[in-house]
């Protein structure tokens, strides 16, 4: 439930990318499912159906959900912002330890007088809050022991990046104030990045240090942000760039704009600069303690860790081993897919053949040329256009939110993945975005084009994620919650739909659709090998580049990112996998009253959830659709 840097990470940028996805999966919106609690909410269910629903008590239940949501975000400047609320504007997160045991204490009273609550008086619909609400608790109480367990700063994420992110993306300029709170905002940075260094040092000395090749791309991003004016000579900086142009924008009288942008300059310079110089100094200092030690079977109780950390995402009880098989398994179907593809094209060779093949022959790829950057964006648009014009055929809920396509921004672009999908504001003042990491466009193939659209915009994140935040009759903290799996569940799941409806006509198109699918088959395996089995990162790179076709530089990002974010790759192919395990499964009981439309509804209609919360509710469908037909 907790509304720290972890979730805003999550909320954010579900940082749902696909070859980079999600920021931070140590996130509370991870929430895992413990068995006993499912038992006993199970059970309370069931003796509950002979209970009249209590209206008293469902709102005051529903307010309770409210107010423990407004706690947390009272305590969350950050998220303030995300949500359009321009409270504490001018403020950070707190990244004390202190700050985090006051979180935790609050977890537990919350708790605590949650299960003081009489389920039987609650209709179907709080009670599935409230089981939700209290398994969220339950996680982050119980994740609380691994608090020191992830890398505050790395290449996919990290306070260094997410400053200038939330100032440029998610800081509005409307007026004076808002200007000024920027500046109040650059000025608190050397205290936030004082918290930032203690928290590195007190992970350093429990053995949490990040591996050595992350060093270079987080001193590199971070120098980035303090080259250009006004810290030298010529083009501005990043944030001097931001500032201006949105202060320019502004009707207020000039001689104000240029005494706001004289403000911010001597901010840059005064507090900016040095807190970045002293992240880097430190960052420095650290690199030297640093080993190539990639898993999390490193750190103490790693095995321990890790567990928990697939129990959180997958939403399951799968172990590493379970994981890693399946993995195997479907990397093998998918491969012999690819096989029927080689034989429609008329190629001749092996599938590594055709892997090299597809990973160099220039018909696949745009120049890396400004003209190359816009076509494959304007190509993407119209693929999203076109969806859009087709989405009655699969949902009966829509988004109200917009969705534009943008390029990751330069400050950012050489460390993050090659896709990812931001919410949009839920005042509706900002649209949906779909970013493509367009730095080198050899990472980003055009056969592959179609199914990143599908995944980040429609109908994949930005139809579920929109969707959500806009179902009404649900507690905030389910609006802008989630669990990884399903999320992630989903957007993989929102890449095959199209085929089924006629799209990926060209076979190359089907191909980079299936090569999409590999790479999340393929990370159950290289996940779990690496920190579960002890796979080196060179290891896992081998086994990677040799089982997909996506070039070297992707391969190397991908195990890159795997390393510093145990066990999230591992949610995308579970999610999916149990997805179409219930479509087929309502399709089997249904026969011809099956509506693909209605399942859908089913799926998105109660934002996200953990799967086996999906399973009941499709079950759910089912036996009324069933009853339906009974009565007919």
Known sequence: MKLNKTLIAAAISVLVMTGCDRGRESSATEQAIDTTTV??????????????????????????????????????????????????YGKWDDLSPKFEAETNDINKRQLAELNKLDPAELDDATRLSLSLLKRNLEMDIEGYKWRLYNYPVNQMFGTHSEVPSLLINQHRIDNANDANAYIARLNNLPKHF?????????????????????????????????????????KDSTLFADFK????????????????IEQARKALLGSAKPAYENLIDYMGELQQQATTDDGAWKFPNGDDFYAFA??????????????????LKEVERIHDEMRGIMKKVGFEGSLQD???????????????TEEGKQRYLKE????????????????????????????????????????????????????????????????????????????????????QLSIAQELEGIPKFR????????????????????????????????????????????????????????????QAIGWLGENSP??????????????????????????????????????????????????????????????????????????AVKTQQSQQ
């Open 380 to 463: 993407a648009t119209e693929l999203i256009e076109t969806m859009k014009g087709r989405l009655d055929e699969l949902f009966i809920t829509k988004p109200k939110a917009d969705l534009v396509v943008k390029a990751v921004e330069p400050f950012r672009e050489q460390s993050a993945g090659k896709a990812f999908y931001q919410r949009p504001a839920p005042d509706g003042s900002r649209p949906g975005i779909y970013y493509a990491n367009l730095y080198n466009m050899k990472d980003m193939p055009t056969y592959q084009m179609e199914a990143l659209a599908y995944h980040e915009g429609i109908p994949g994140h930005h139809m």
């Open 354 to 368: 055709f892997f090299e093949f597809m990973r160099t022959d220039e018909q696949f790829y745009y120049p890396n």
């Open 550 to 623: 996506n070039p070297q530089g992707d391969v190397v990002k991908a195990i890159e990112r795997y390393i510093v974010m145990p066990s999230q790759a591992t949610a995308y192919k579970i999610g999916m996998l149990k997805i179409v395990e219930l479509r087929e499964k309502a399709k089997n009981e249904l026969g011809d009253q099956f509506d693909i439309r209605a399942f859908h509804d089913t799926v998105l209609a109660n934002g996200a959830v953990p799967l086996d919360v999906l399973e009941e509710l499709v079950d759910e469908w089912v036996a």
């Open 479 to 538: 609006k802008f919650g989630g669990y990884t799996a399903y999320i992630e569940g989903w957007g993989l799941y929102s890449e095959m739909v199209p085929k089924e409806m006629g799209f990926y006509k060209d076979p190359y198109s089907d191909f980079g659709r299936l090569a999409m699918e590999l790479w999340r088959a393929c990370r159950l395996v290289v996940d779990t090998g690496i920190h579960s089995k002890k796979w080196s990162r060179e």
């Open 245 to 260: 142009g949105k202060v320019d924008a502004l009707d207020i009288p000039d001689e104000q704009k240029t005494a706001l």
């Open 39 to 88: 038992e006993k909410a199970e059970n309370t269910a069931t003796d509950s159906k002979a209970t009249q629903p209590n209206a008293e008590a469902i709102a005051r239940t529903n307010q309770m959900f409210e107010d423990f949501f407004q706690e947390h975000l009272d305590r969350s400047p950050e998220f303030k912002t995300f949500l359009g609320i321009k409270e504490d």
């Open 310 to 327: 697939l129990k959180r995402t997958t939403t399951t009880d799968l172990s590493a081993d379970e994981i890693h098989q399946i993995g």
């Open 194 to 234: 004082e918290q930032l260094i203690a928290n590195l040092k007190e992970r350093a000395k429990a053995g949490i240090i990040a591996p050595k090749f992350v060093f270079p791309y987080v001193i590199n991003d971070s120098r980035n942000l303090i080259t250009g004016a006004p810290f030298e000579e010529g």
